[in-house]
């Protein structure tokens, strides 16, 4: 049994291969290994069923994620260990109480934006160049300084005070 806590982990593909479930179906198990929140290293196994088109296709997404290139049968796929992806664990509760499993596995999410052109990069720099004028509020030249340390009180019975 391993029990780990439910959350989402950062994670590399450590062995796998095609084997049936007990039930007769079709499956990819994937060992992945990854560093629990304590710092310890856990593994866990996922499976991906080939039971429908759809459970199938889910399957070889999860595959290329992890690194596979598509090139050659599947059931010899090679590479799964080249790509960190993200596993989402849980609380196992058909099996047994307290045992994890990986219920998805996610492509590790990038940025994502639409990179500026040079033109488009020197309109936004002439507008915030106005913003940045002392008209508007904003401080020009270097960095706003460390506010200074609270003075230290002075020791007891060095003032002029009679009380």
């Known amino acids: 049994m391993i029990t780990v806590p439910e ?8 062995a796998w291969g095609f084997c049936k479930a007990s039930t007769g179906t079709d499956q990819l198990a994937i060992m992945f ?9 856990k593994r866990l196994t996922f499976y991906g069923f080939c039971n429908s088109e759809e459970n199938a296709r889910r399957t070889m997404a ?12 599947a059931t ?5 260990d080249s790509n960190e992806v993200e596993i989402v664990v849980e609380d196992d ?7 994890s499993k990986i219920k998805y596995v996610n492509s590790i999410q990038a940025l994502r934006i639409n990179e500026l052109t040079a033109p488009q990069k020197e309109a936004l720099n ?3 160049a106005q913003w940045q ?11 706003m300084p460390k506010p200074q340390s609270d003075p230290q009180p002075e020791e007891p019975g060095g003032d002029d005070i009679p009380f």
């Open 76 to 80: 010899e796929a090679q590479g799964l």
């Open 7 to 14: 959350g989402k982990y950062t994670a590399r593909a450590k």
């Open 62 to 73: 999860t595959m290329r994620m992890c690194g596979w290139d598509g090139m050659g049968p």
């Open 93 to 99: 509760h058909y099996r047994a109480e307290g045992d």
């Open 33 to 41: 290994e990854f560093k629990s929140a304590d710092g310890a290293r």
């Open 126 to 128: 002439a507008k915030l």
């Open 133 to 143: 004028t002392p008209s508007r509020g904003l401080r020009q030249g270097p960095a």
